[in-house]
């Protein structure tokens, strides 16, 4: 089972920052959050990953709450072109470091 | 760089034949690569995990006889969907893990498998 929980839709309009919540509240100490998006009929496309600590990438920005349980992708601008499905997934720290998809948040940009 | 190419990008087969789908990493070297399936307006169903030299592991509820893993490479992974019927009808999607230690996937464009 997919260990995170987002949203099933949002929609956001042209321009404005976008804020995509993700719950992980059973996250451990060494498993990463991921983030992909997936535009229609094409593979999931990776936008950004952390830790502990926020980041920040030319596509996206991550905020990791203090307690790790929850995260917030940022998109500071969004466009058209970001209506997409976005995935935000917790990787097992070792193994084979398998992702397990959850259902996703919909993201429409509005013009 | 971390491209994943996968080929071809659609087929239609007619049911009872074999289909073979190539997922290949162009620009890195990969250990492991797994494979996907999505249906219509569903997330992306992880299929199994193949790892070069050596026999895949598949998830729960998945036939290895009728999804076949060959990783005969670093560089590609196979998967044949034997004796295809209609609900095997799908969009298979591959990954390659890259193996730093962020240990990220990147994906193949995906492949739309119909069979008729």
């Known amino acids: 089972d997919a260990k995170t929980t987002q949203p099933p839709s949002m929609d956001c309009a042209e321009g404005r920052a976008a804020n995509l919540p993700c719950n992980h509240s059973t996250i451990s100490g060494n498993e990463y959050v991921y983030w992909y998006r997936q535009i229609h009929s094409q593979g999931p496309q990776y936008i950004i990953h952390?830790?502990?600590n926020n980041e920040t990438n030319e596509m996206a920005s991550l905020i990791i709450t203090e307690d790790r349980k929850s995260s917030t992708l940022i998109l500071p601008h969004a466009t058209l072109r970001d209506t997409a499905v976005y995935y935000c997934i917790v990787r097992p720290p070792s193994g084979t470091y398998k992702y397990i998809f959850g259902t996703g948040t919909r993201l429409k940009v509005l013009a | 760089g971390a491209v994943v190419s996968q080929h071809p990008s659609r087929v239609i087969c007619k049911s009872g034949t074999s289909v073979k789908i190539e997922c290949r990493s162009l620009?890195?070297?990969?250990?492991?690569m797994f494979w996907y399936r999505q249906f219509p307006k569903q997330s992306l169903m992880l299929m199994a995990t193949?790892?070069?030299?050596?026999?895949?592991?598949?998830e729960q509820g998945v036939e290895k006889d009728k999804f076949l893993i060959n990783h005969a490479s670093l560089t590609l992974s196979t998967l044949t969907v034997t004796s295809a019927h209609p609900e095997d009808s799908s969009f298979y999607i591959c990954?390659?893990?890259?193996?730093?230690?962020?240990?990220?996937?990147?994906f193949g464009p995906g492949t739309r498998l119909t069979v008729t």
């Open positions: 952390g830790l502990k």
């Open positions: 990954s390659a893990r890259v193996d730093t230690s962020v240990h990220e996937q990147y």
């Open positions: 193949s790892n070069e030299g050596s026999k895949a592991t598949y």
């Open positions: 620009d890195f070297q990969a250990t492991t």
